[in-house]
């Protein structure tokens, strides 16, 4: 039975990957990351508890919708290339993108001094400031409060920058400032997942326009690995300076299996145990906690922090179905293949009409990305928010088509 189920995947991989549909299309990166995680668990499936042949068939059930989706949403591409029109952006107002970098900049070390407050006085560049500095944000719940908003600030910020700097608006100098901003926000975070989410900011709109193809993607795909690696040293998750580079390089693989397959084990589990419906409480979790807030309602909102599941070793990340699944159980699980239609749409409107549409689609590959790991969309509402109206701020909703020596209205 997985068998078929990596077939069905591949299969929806193989027909994604059609040129009708462009490069770097939703379809396509859903196969892709599914298959390669499936594959990777069908490799390794030693090293882990076994699924079971009904959750098989219940994954089995969400992969044959997905592929169901994509070819209801592209009957109208038959015979059809891929659209070749190149698109950019221009600034609504420049002094909006210079006062957002200043913004950040100016906020960074107020950033600073919290992570060193919340590492309990340690220097947050050694290695046992950096573990307390992830510690307490991770289990003792502590965080940055009203500064946690600069991240999408500055992300955005870089994002936009990096797409005028490639139509010949913005300095060198200026663009790696911003980058250099933006990386020092990753690195207070201590996650990795900051770290893809400022890549996908950075990098997707440029692939989206085609100036990012297949050898600009394995490049991003190593920059990911070392900062990734870089990381994992300093929070001493599969990496240590007290071993080898053969002893450290087979601990970060082990390691990064825990992060990439571990997940639909153990939302197989959750499965297996089949708790209470929620009915909303997970899915909705946001307007919960503002009118908890409020005071409107008792209602608190669930933690976001989930138990441990062993697979065999502990996890407490259980995929993107995980949300779906505690509030509507087994038809919860349709619902993620269900987004791929926003993101076909976003993709759509982003090469037909460019400008910010190009920041959207590219905003909504994290969390398609993201989907091995755990629920990125209703869990990070108020995130897109801010991505939505910083994007709408900083960039033209107008179309202005790709012109070569200059940009144009189309």
Request: hydrophobic share 50%.
């Amino acid at each position: 039975m997985f068998e078929l189920l990596l077939l069905v995947t591949f299969a929806g991989l193989l027909t994604a990957s059609r040129r009708p549909l462009g490069f770097g299309n939703p379809f396509q990166i859903y196969f892709f990351v599914w298959f390669s995680l499936l594959l990777g668990y069908y490799l390794s499936r030693d090293s882990f508890i076994s699924m079971s042949v009904e959750f098989v068939l219940l994954i089995l059930t969400a992969k044959l919708l997905a592929l169901l989706i994509m070819i209801l949403c592209c009957r109208g591409l038959q015979g059809r290339g891929p659209e070749i029109r190149r698109h950019g952006v221009i600034a609504r107002k420049t002094r909006f993108i210079d006062l957002a970098q200043l913004v950040a900049i100016i906020a960074l070390p107020l950033v600073y001094a919290r992570a060193t407050e919340i590492a309990g006085g340690e220097s947050v560049f050694t290695v046992l400031g950096y573990i307390q500095l992830r510690a307490a944000m991770t289990e003792d719940g502590e965080g940055y409060g009203i500064l946690a908003y600069l991240w999408v600030l500055s992300f955005v910020t870089t994002s936009v920058s990096i797409f005028l700097y490639r139509q010949s608006n913005l300095g060198f100098g200026r663009l790696w400032l911003s980058v250099a901003v933006s990386l020092c926000y990753c690195y207070l975070s201590t996650g990795r997942t900051y770290i893809l989410f400022f890549l996908c900011l950075a990098l997707v709109p440029l692939m989206n326009v085609g100036a990012i193809r297949m050898r600009g993607l394995l490049i991003t795909l190593i920059i990911f690995i070392a900062l990734s690696v870089f990381v994992a040293g300093m929070t001493a998750k599969g990496i240590s300076a007290d071993d080898g580079i053969v002893e450290n390089v087979e601990s970060f693989l082990e390691s990064m299996k825990g992060y990439t397959i571990a997940p639909l084990l153990a939302f197989s589990r959750l499965v297996e145990w089949n708790p209470d419906l929620s009915w909303g409480e997970n899915t909705f979790r946001l307007l919960i906690s503002i009118q908890y807030a409020l005071g409107i309602s008792t209602l608190a909102p669930v933690a976001l922090m989930k138990g441990y599941a062993f697979v065999p070793d502990p996890t407490n990340v259980y995929t993107v179905y995980e949300v779906y699944f505690r509030d509507f159980s087994y038809l919860g699980v349709l619902i993620p293949p269900v987004f791929l239609i926003v993101h076909y749409w976003l993709y759509r409107r982003a090469r037909a009409r460019g400008g910010v549409w190009i920041f959207y689609y590219s905003a909504s590959v994290y969390p398609l990305v993201m989907q091995f790991f755990q629920d990125q969309y209703f869990s990070l509402l108020s995130t897109w928010i801010q991505v939505w109206f910083w994007y709408w701020l900083l960039t033209t909703p107008h179309r202005f088509s790709w012109k070569k020596g200059g940009l144009g209205h189309a």
